[in-house]
């Protein structure tokens, strides 16, 4: 699909595209979609331990990811699908919390799945969304 736009962003992301051959994030039209993010340090690679500060990385990576596809970030996002190791009641707290950190003037639709395994060794989150980005 040579007509689309794709994007990885230094470090983390230009790894997993050598590595696995996909990008981090696509444009469709006025749209931005995110690849899954996980809890990774972008320039470390190396994957949080503690839930908490792996969700939160996670958001951090989505913003970054929507960012260097030319994005606003988080406030652009109206749809965000989380996978989650395993789901409960700590990882839900901290994906809201995030929610009102980030999106503190909007609220995104999302549908939450817990899962047996993720891309990664230890990621225990994958957070990927849609972003519109109709000033684009």
Not at 38 to 50: L, S
């Amino acid at each position: 699909m040579s007509h689309l736009k794709y994007y990885s962003y230094k470090g983390y992301g230009e790894a997993a595209r050598e590595k696995s051959s996909y990008s981090q994030a696509v444009r469709v039209g006025d749209r931005i979609e995110c690849a899954g993010q996980g809890g990774w340090d972008p320039e470390t690679k190396v994957i949080h331990r503690e839930i908490n500060a792996q969700i939160d990385q996670a958001f951090a990576n989505v913003d970054l990811t929507l960012k260097n596809a030319g994005g606003k970030g988080w406030s652009q996002v109206f749809r965000v699908n989380s996978y989650h190791i395993p789901l409960n009641d700590e990882a839900l707290e901290a994906m809201v919390r995030n929610f009102k950190k980030w999106m503190p003037d909007h609220q995104p639709i999302w549908t939450c799945v817990g899962v047996t395994r993720l891309g990664m060794d230890d990621m225990r989150v994958e957070i990927e969304v849609i972003a519109h980005d109709a000033e684009r």
